[in-house]
Each structure stands twice: as C-alpha cells, then as structure tokens.
C-alpha cells in the first residue's frame, strides 16, 4: 500500500505541475518566476475556479475545447481531489490484507428525521490497494489530458480560422499515437527505472 501511496502523491504533483502551466499559459505569464510565485501559493479548488475563468476568457468559438475543459477539471475537482486527500491524509493501521484509513473529521448528521443528531469525528475506511491503484491511474490519466487541453490551446487561433474543432483535434492526435488516453480505461503508468548496483 505504501508504494501506491507514493505513486499517488507522484502523479498528483504530475497533475498540478500541468494545471499550473496551464494558469500560466492561458493567463499570458511568461515570466517563470512569477508564474511559480502565483501558483505555488494557491489550492486546487484555487487553481480550478481560475482556470474555469481562464478557459471561459480564451474559449473563442471552441466550445467543444471548453465543455471538454470544464468537465476535466470538475472531474479533478470533485472526485480525484477528495480520493486523493482521503488517501494521503488518513493515518494507515492495521496488518496485511486488514488495512484501515481513519482520518479526523467534524460531522453533524441526522440518520433520520425523528432521531437526535450524531457527531461523527472518526471516518474510518477499509483502505484498499485496488483502489489506490485505480487512483493513480486516473491522476496520470487527466494529467494528460491536462497535456491535450493546453497542446490545443497553443493553436487555438489556427484552428479557429481553419475549422478544425477540438474533436477533430482529438482524432488527428489520436491517429498521429499522440492521444494515448482513453477516458473509460485509464493506460498503466510507465514504471520508474530502478537505481543500479554497485
């Protein structure tokens, strides 16, 4: 489980170096420092609101480039990012195949209308390999489509006075081995070359 937690934190850094790029570039910051300076002080759901303006700002006549966009990172936003912090965040215990994740949490809930309200402090969770591993696909997986989202937007203009939509931008990557995401079943990430011996 430790491996995949460190996969985790690994493409997600992947991912947030993409999104701060991508803030970045759409927001004309040429300046390396000053971009660095900008995102290194911002949270995801910092960087997501600014890159929805952003997308919005420079979407032109694209609008299939920006529906993609969107949906991207309301992905990111609202699904990746809590798997990952519930992941990364818990405290890990027990022992091999009865692992759990019990993280801190502040929770008022009401089971039903006629029962008193509960406080809920502990969320303990089996913690499971297979999901890990699925999450760190995904991670990778939109980092790359982070990578296809500001690849289109350096020519955006060009294919703007061409015709040529997002889609079609897609299929023309895709046919060059270009795209080699596909949403619905992620690619296994490359593995890292092992240190040699002696």
């Known amino acids: 489980m430790a491996a995949e937690i460190g996969y985790v934190c690994i493409h997600w850094a992947w991912l947030e170096n993409m999104i701060d790029f991508l803030i970045a570039h759409l927001a004309g910051i040429k300046d390396e420092e ?31 480039w920006y529906d993609y966009a969107v949906e991207m990172l309301n992905f990111i936003d609202n699904d990746l990012r809590p798997r990952r912090n519930h992941l990364v ?8 195949w009865d692992l759990k994740h019990e993280k801190k949490i502040i929770k008022i809930t009401k089971p039903q209308a006629f029962q008193k309200a509960e406080l809920k402090t502990l969320d303990v969770r089996p913690a499971k ?8 696909k995904e991670i990778f997986q939109y980092a790359g489509f982070c990578g296809l989202i500001y690849g289109f937007s ?18 023309q990557a895709k046919s060059s081995g270009r795209l080699k995401h596909k949403r619905s079943k992620p ?12």
């Open 89 to 96: 965040h818990a405290s890990l215990y027990g022992s091999g």
């Open 34 to 64: 000053a971009w660095h300076a900008i995102t290194g002080n911002l949270d995801l759901r910092q960087k997501t609101q600014i890159l929805r303006a952003l997308f919005f700002l420079r979407k032109g006549k694209n609008e299939d």
């Open 129 to 136: 390999i297979a999901e890990a591993r699925k999450l760190q």
């Open 154 to 171: 350096l020519h955006a203009d060009v294919a703007e006075r061409q015709g040529v939509s997002f889609q079609q931008f897609l299929r």
């Open 187 to 198: 690619k296994r990430p490359p593995k890292l070359p092992r240190a040699k011996s002696g």
